[in-house]
Each structure stands twice: as structure tokens, then as C-alpha cells.
């Protein structure tokens, strides 16, 4: 086999960038809601094939893809947390100062049912990692209830990993995910929201433990915080909508308008505390949340500068709308899984009800209005097979020069051949 050609390490390296690196994965705030990309999907995006055979060229090509490739961690197993913990902890006795773990920027975990010996390594882990700007823990537990019926009650981060966090990567965190049911306490959640300073953008499916009253005249104040998503993302169920522990977080961020300076983008659950919209409101652009509540319209008007609104569907009780600089709607599914449903109960569930909230839309008053999105994916998937509706509503909102596009960010074919309920539309 020939040797590879006489590049200097710089352009090599350079080259190794577009190969192996996704960039989408390590910016530090969430990625446009309207963006055709889903993290979910760039996870998947890694060609472990082409990197396993980069890292058997020679000695000076594998270092290189080792740093590269750690970049980013994907922990999806107890064995994995295992292994990559006493990897990083070899490197960084052998290597000095550029050992593996100071290339890291971002970790995600996804465990189902972590054991303490996990939680255990992953800390030692984090404690290798200096640099790391994005944490996002999506670990899950789920235990089995009388009727076998399972359910997901919140279990605790350990507090070794939330220190491993503060002692090692302080001064470089930006961003912070907890998206299932594993989530801090609040003792922990309210040393880190003092301690990171750098926080621009926050999840938090939940708080573990009651609300002490302690924390109840803390005074927090998140310079650089961006976008706050709270609840179940990106269902935003029932279970969101009664949470104590995300409201009380809320109303303890609605004492002034200085504790967060930086808003512009709210997720979660509605109705949001009220309080804390009017403390808020003004700075917000992008606010995703289910619209089954009749105190919507309200919520928008406490928005003056809102920019962009994703309503999760079937939750579409929408009425009116009224808002001047509003200019992108989206209508977004419960679930985007694939999922199977016959077509009278897709055409009676899903079509009818979708028909309703695009007629409330059209009806409301938002005259800065350009873009309207339907995610054509999971529970709305099938909207494909009925052209009649996309033909409709193209040509409805085309004629107001509003654009109407699917998924990807392309317009809708509804020309496009389907199957027997394409005349779905003329039947209504």
C-alpha cells in the first residue's frame, strides 16, 4: 500500500474536520426549531466504519481522529461509561496537559436504568473533561406499576456528577439538558445555576425531591441564558402542565426583569406562570408549547416582539390569534415516532382536527405572518396522503404570499400520488 502523500499535520488535520466532526453537534444553544435538522438525527450521522479505518493508517493519522472523535461522547451503555472513563483517565496519566478528555465539548448519556457504578464512572469521566460546553443527561428509569402498566417517576441525578460538573467544567459549560426522567434535586439544580455562569441554554424535564423553603428567597440571576425549556420535551404533556417544581422555578425567575437579560426563546408546558411572563414577555422571539389552553391568547399578548409560534398537535384549541410581528407558525406533532393508525381514525382524529386549526390560523390577525410549517412526521406523518388538504392550503396561503412547507423545509408536492384517501379533502 502506497504511503500517504506529504501534507503538513495542519491541512491533514483540517481535512480530518469535515470528515469526522458534525458541527451542528456542538454548538452551544439549541438549533432553530424551523432547522430541517433534528439533534436526534445527528447523533445517528457518525460513520464509525470510515473512523475505525481512519485510526489504522499510522500512528500520526490515529491521534489526530482520536482527538477529533472525542469531541464528542455518545454514552448509551453501562459497558461504554466503563470503558470510556479508564481511557480517559490512561490519557490523561500518560499524556500531560493534551490528554483525550481536554478535546471533549460535548457529552450526551442515555442509559436506561443506570446502575451507581455508572453514575460512578461517568463523574470520572466529567472529571477528565475541562473543557466540556454541553452536558445533556437523558438518562431514563422506568419501573412496573399494578395492570402492567409502566411508569416514569423522576429518580436523582447523582450529586458526584453534578459535582464532577462544577469542579471540572464551570467556567466552559454553556448548555445543560436534562430531557427524561432522571433530573437534579433542587439543592444541586441551585448550586449549579450559581455557579454557571457562562449557562446559555437550560432543559429541565423536571426537578427531583419538594420544593424546600429555603430556595424560596434565593435570588437567581442567569446573565447569558438564552433559551429555557421546561417540561417533557417535545410532547409538553399533561404531566408538564401540573408540575410544581418547573412552576415554582418559574415564579422564583419572575422577581425581576434582570435575571434574565438574555431570553429569547421559551419551551414547555402552557399556561406559563403569568408572573413570569409579565416580568419576561417583552424579550422573548421563539415560544413552542402545547395550545390547549384557553389562556393562550393571553400568553402571546404578554410576547409583544414574538417572532415565531410551535403549537404541539393534537393539542390545537388555538382560537384568534392577535400579534403584529408574529412571522412563523409551526404546527408540530405530540410524537414524532413512526406510527400506524387506519385511515377513518386518522382522517376523524387527525385530518378534522388539523382542518379546524389551519381555519383558525388563516382567521387570526397576524399580519407580519410569512411561513407556516406543518412537521409532517410521527402523529402528523399521513398528512402526505391527503393532497386535496395540501393543495387547499398552499394555495390559500401562496395567495397571501405566505410560505407553506413540511418536514425539510421544502413546499409540500400535492401532486404527488397516493393512495385512497386522497379525496379525503373533497369528501369535506
Known sequence: MPSPPNIPVEVWRHIFVQIVRIPDLLLTDRTDPFSPIREADLLCERDLRTQAALLLVCKGWHGMISELIHEHVHLTSVWQVDVIASRFERSKLHDGRRHLGTHTRRIDVSIHNPTSKAMTNLARILRCTPNLQIFTNSNSYTTLSVGSHYISPPFRTSSDVVQALLSTSASTLHRLEWTCNECPSWDDLMILLRSLHGLCSLTLANIHGSYPEKIKKERLKLPNLRTLILGDSPSFSHASLGNVPLN??????????????????????????????????????????????????????????????????????LDRLTHSSLRRVGIFPISEDVVGVPAQIFSAYIMKPLEDLMCQIEQSDLPSLTHVRLRNVGTLGGVINYPGFIRKWRDRWNSRGILFDG???????ADAPGKSQLSWHDKH
Not at 391568547?297 to 393539542?315: Q, V
Not at 418536514?407 to 408536492?413: E, K, L, M, Q, V
Open 407 to 413: 418536514r425539510d423545509g421544502h413546499p409540500f408536492d
Open 248 to 317: 415554582a422555578l418559574l415564579t422564583m425567575l419572575s422577581d425581576s426583569s434582570d435575571q434574565l437579560p438574555s431570553l429569547q426563546r421559551l419551551e414547555g408546558f402552557s399556561p406559563f406562570s403569568p408572573t413570569f411572563l409579565s416580568m419576561h414577555g417583552y424579550k422573548i422571539r421563539i415560544i413552542r408549547t402545547v395550545a390547549y389552553t384557553p389562556l393562550l391568547p393571553d400568553i402571546i399578548a404578554e410576547c409583544p416582539n414574538l417572532e415565531t409560534f410551535i403549537t404541539i398537535f393534537p393539542h390545537q384549541f
